[in-house]
């Protein structure tokens, strides 16, 4: 005699999910509250769905209440919780998700939302901001995308920005999101040979960038500058353009003495003698100076 059989039958996922999307921020049945963002704004949400969905909103859930005594009290807190730093648009988001496994996004929320993303340790909904922050990158948000990519580790995101950035150089430098880069980032940038801008403005560019961060910073343009300033290929320069970076230097001293010396130093030996072989590299947007037929050989 056979035995039972048993499958799993799939019904309408379209249905479903839609019943779902309606629960989001709907207050009837919810029993739990969020006070969210500098506006204040009230979001309910089903403790059952964000427990099961979220490790993180699972230990907030099943804590016990302000000045119980006892901590495994089964009383779950009611709430409000009090949410002060994140938008409530990017917070609904990651309640959306939490629904429905998928997610509204816009150009205007989708970095805030990848770090609550983080935060809360959804690793899918990552994903998602990842594919739409890649889909949607432009000149003005490039930095900031790399900037974020950088602080949570996303490497396939740092590799798509840092290509971008490659593509259009001469354009991001004079972004606000370019001269909000952290110094590591910066220098991350100014490793690459595939730049497509000339060194005399990528030095122009770290310039105007140290100015700004030293003055968000309090601390002197040498220091904050001191990371990225040694991406800076100076033997490259040629050496009317020498004179006049030692001038401007002057004023603030962006660059150490030394390294603007070596690259004098190419020039009268012509040869990178002391000077690293990643430094007398042309990147693709290099002008070509005369001087550089030198500099080839020590590259190779």
């Known amino acids: 005699m056979a035995g039972p059989c048993s499958a ?12 779902l999307r309606s629960l989001v921020n709907n207050p009837q049945f919810s029993d739990v509250m969020f006070v969210v963002g500098q506006e204040q704004q009230k979001v309910f949400a089903h403790r059952c769905v964000l427990a099961c969905r979220c490790q993180v909103f699972r230990g907030m859930l099943s804590q016990a209440p302000v000045g119980s005594q006892d901590s495994s009290s089964s009383i779950p807190p009611q709430g409000p919780f009090i949410l002060g730093n994140v938008q409530p648009e990017v917070f609904l988001a990651v309640i959306e998700f939490l629904y429905t496994n998928s997610v509204t996004l816009n150009s205007h929320i989708a970095l805030e939302v990848l770090t609550s993303s ?14 739409f ?20 580790g996303q490497v396939d995101l740092q590799q798509h920005c840092l290509a971008f950035i490659e593509g259009c150089t001469a354009a991001v430098v004079q972004t606000q999101g370019f001269r909000e880069l952290s110094d590591v980032v910066l220098a991350r940038v100014l490793r690459s040979d595939r730049l497509a801008a000339d060194e005399l403005d990528l030095v122009q560019a770290v310039r105007e960038w140290a ?55 190419a020039h009268a030996l012509r040869k990178g003698s002391g000077v690293p072989s990643r430094l007398c590299r042309p990147r693709r947007g290099t002008r070509p100076r005369d001087h550089h037929r030198h500099l080839e050989p020590h590259a190779k």
């Open 211 to 265: 100015h700004v961060s030293s003055a968000v910073l309090e601390r002197p343009v040498p220091e904050v500058a001191a990371l990225p300033v040694r991406e800076l290929r100076l033997p490259l320069l040629a050496p009317s353009e020498l004179v006049t970076l030692e001038s401007c230097n002057q004023q603030d001293l962006l660059i150490p003495v030394e390294n603007i010396a070596a690259a004098w130093r």
């Open 118 to 131: 983080v935060e809360y340790g959804l690793q899918d909904l990552c994903k998602l901001c990842v594919k």
């Open 8 to 19: 799993r039958l799939q019904g309408d996922v379209a249905a479903f999910s839609a019943a």
């Open 133 to 152: 922050i890649k889909d949607t990158l432009s000149v003005e948000q490039v930095c900031e995308a790399l900037q974020a990519a950088v602080t949570y």
